[in-house]
């Protein structure tokens, strides 16, 4: 962590951030669900004349909107890029990535087959080592990219490495064209398809891309999917000819340059007026190398992602604003507390990705853990309004909708001034953490999808950004412990995060949930990715046990600063009788003098093989015994 950003947590209150949002163009109010009607279709378009209609549209209503003050923020997958299943787990006698459904894997920086880690950890590579030797551990292979690529997750399916990557391309460009016009870049989010039948000898056997930047991936069973977002460069579109509107495709097995998506692929979402695409490839990898890649280009930005075996949801952020003739710039200008959202409904059938239904709800989502599909419905969380603005405090929303994305059921107004911080669906019930001073675990009872209730609230200091279920009756929660000073200003105390939080929520009694136990990690600044980032959390289910990265730091002598001690992992046995108790200290203490980390042997995952516990970091890959701790090798990645 950089120091600016050190100095921010310090001095920063807590703030709203943690959703990520796009804009791009002025809705009509969402006064509670939209109307719609009960056989929901999308428009195909069916030429370049017709597409080029839509952009133009598009732009103008864009124009409107930052003629009038309106800000773009840039959407980013969360994580703070976040219900089904208590899945992370065990897969016999090694671990798999911390999912959110079970059944659905999710692309990660690390896998592992208990044989051979699979690794790409920001170093522009993908490296291979082989544990089947505790002892001897070593580099199997590594898988340089050229220079434009940039790796960023992997798939392990069988004997096929999928490792997807961000490429540069540029557009075809005329020599002859105006000579104002220049080649264009547009990223491409690439699968790079390798068979590791020998793990020492990794083969690229295929190659398929996406124009746009990753927005997420899921793999169930044989199938894979992706989901894009794309911008053409619709600012000129007087300077460019149709195709360059359409997003590009590339498939090695059909030809080795990018292609535009063909017209009958591409259709405009409902009510949708982006200047953007949410593109969706899918590919049975039962036969990597002969199978046809399927993409579909939808009109229509998208944010998070969420993925049952039938169905897959995306959802996308709407801003109000005031569109009376008597408005003024500065009355216009970006609210963030003025968001709403709308739902996309795609159902899966093997390659087959269909549109099936939409809905608008209030308030925006947190991330992916805002979402949960279960016995046929779906359930969101989200939060209205800014939890600053004192005239129209924040509220908070539970909504359950049926298969066609009619609402069924609510619970509205929860926590009012505060937002969500995270939330986690489990069966029947849903549990959301909501703060501002102190942290509100609701607990809600979502078994009637017509009546869903509050059954419990506890208010504890401090809050929790990621809840992970232990068992039926149990939650385990990460985040910051709290504290309040006094405000100079005389108005209510300011709000400082400490040091990281890790509690036990017993919900037995769901009308009264208790915190059982709690552990607090170091002092300000102290942080770990599991903080943002679901897929950083070790578990071995058999051992009760429970890791993460972290970066602790304590408080300095100088007012609003932080001294660095050390990094590495933490490892608990997290049991119900037991409380949290600490297992395995893998924290390394800062060298004399060292100000800071180095942040290329920051711990970023943990999983285990066998009997042995294995940290990953960008430079080295070390491992300790499950049963005692201790080191036991050290591989080196240059």
């Not at 986690?424 to 607990?443: H, I, N, S």
């Amino acid at each position: 962590m950089k120091k600016s950003s050190i100095w921010i947590a310090l001095t920063a209150l807590v703030t709203i951030a943690g959703a990520s949002f796009m804009f791009w163009g002025n809705k009509e109010t969402v006064t509670a669900f939209s109307t719609k009607p009960s056989q929901e279709t999308i428009e195909t378009v069916t030429s370049a004349d017709e597409l080029k209609a839509y952009f133009e549209q598009a732009k103008k209503k864009l124009s409107w909107m930052n003629q009038s003050g309106v800000v773009e923020q840039e959407s980013a997958e969360s994580t703070a890029k976040s219900e089904s299943s208590d899945t992370a787990n065990a897969a016999g006698d090694h671990s798999t990535t911390n999912n959110q459904v079970e059944g659905i894997d999710e692309a990660d920086l690390v896998k592992t087959d208990g044989d051979y880690i699979y690794s790409t950890l920001g170093n522009g590579k993908v490296v291979i080592t082989d544990i089947r030797d505790p002892k001897k551990m070593k580099k199997a292979a590594e898988i340089n990219m050229e220079e434009g690529f940039y790796p960023s997750q992997l798939f392990l399916h069988e004997q096929t490495l999928i490792v997807l990557g961000s490429k540069y391309e540029p557009y075809p460009y005329d020599e002859k064209a105006d000579a104002r016009i220049m080649p264009m870049m547009n990223g491409m989010t690439m699968l790079r398809f390798y068979s590791v039948e020998q793990p020492e000898k990794p083969k690229l056997i295929r190659e398929v891309g996406a124009e746009g930047y990753l927005n997420g991936a899921r793999k169930t069973g044989d199938l894979l999917y992706v989901v894009t977002n794309v911008q053409p460069n619709f600012w000129i579109m007087e300077d460019l000819e149709g195709d360059a509107l359409r997003p590009r495709v590339l498939d090695t097995m059909e030809g080795e340059q990018p292609e535009p998506i063909d017209y009958k692929d591409i259709a405009i979402l409902p009510g949708a007026m982006e200047p953007s695409y949410s593109v969706i490839t899918a590919i049975d990898l039962s036969s990597p190398v002969d199978n046809k890649v399927v993409t579909k280009g939808y009109l229509g930005s998208s944010e998070q992602l969420y993925m049952s075996k039938e169905n897959l949801y995306l959802t996308s952020t709407i801003y109000e604003t005031s569109t009376s003739s008597d408005a003024t710039s500065s009355s216009m200008i970006w609210n963030p507390g003025n968001a709403n959202s709308e739902l996309f409904k795609f159902t899966l059938d093997g390659t087959t990705v269909k549109f099936d239904s939409s809905a608008k709800l209030k308030g925006h989502l947190l991330n992916q853990f805002s979402m949960d599909e279960h016995n046929g419905h779906f359930r969101v969380v989200t939060t209205e309004g800014n939890m600053w603005d004192e005239k129209n405090p924040s509220k908070n929303h539970l909504f359950i909708l049926d298969e066609k994305l009619n609402v069924t059921g609510s619970v509205e107004g929860l926590a009012k001034g505060e937002r969500i911080y995270s939330a986690r669906f489990m069966g029947d019930k849903a549990y959301m953490v909501t703060f501002r001073e102190t942290d509100p675990l609701f607990v809600i009872d979502v078994a009637d999808p017509a009546a869903p209730k509050v059954l419990g609230e506890l208010k504890i200091p401090g809050f929790s950004n990621y809840l992970h279920p232990l068992d039926e009756n149990h939650l385990i929660g990460f985040g910051y412990e709290t504290v309040a000073k006094k405000n100079p200003g005389g108005n209510e105390p300011l709000i400082l995060t400490m040091g990281m939080k890790v509690s036990l929520f017993d919900v037995t009694d769901f009308e009264n949930p208790k915190e059982k136990d709690t552990e607090i990690i170091g002092g300000r600044g102290t942080y770990s990715p599991i903080q943002y980032d679901h897929k950083a959390l070790f578990q071995h289910k058999e051992r009760n046990l429970y890791g993460f990265p972290v970066v602790t730091y304590s408080e300095s002598e100088k007012e609003h600063y932080v001294d660095y001690q050390g990094s590495g992992a933490l490892v608990y046995e997290i049991t119900p009788e037991k409380g949290i108790v600490l297992k395995g200290d893998l924290v390394k203490a800062k060298k004399a003098g060292e100000q800071y980390g180095e942040w290329e042997k920051e711990v970023q995952r943990m999983l285990y093989s066998k009997d042995e516990l294995y940290t990953l970091s960008m430079k080295e890959i070390n491992n300790y015994s499950l049963d005692t701790f201790e080191p036991i090798g050290n591989v080196k990645i240059d």
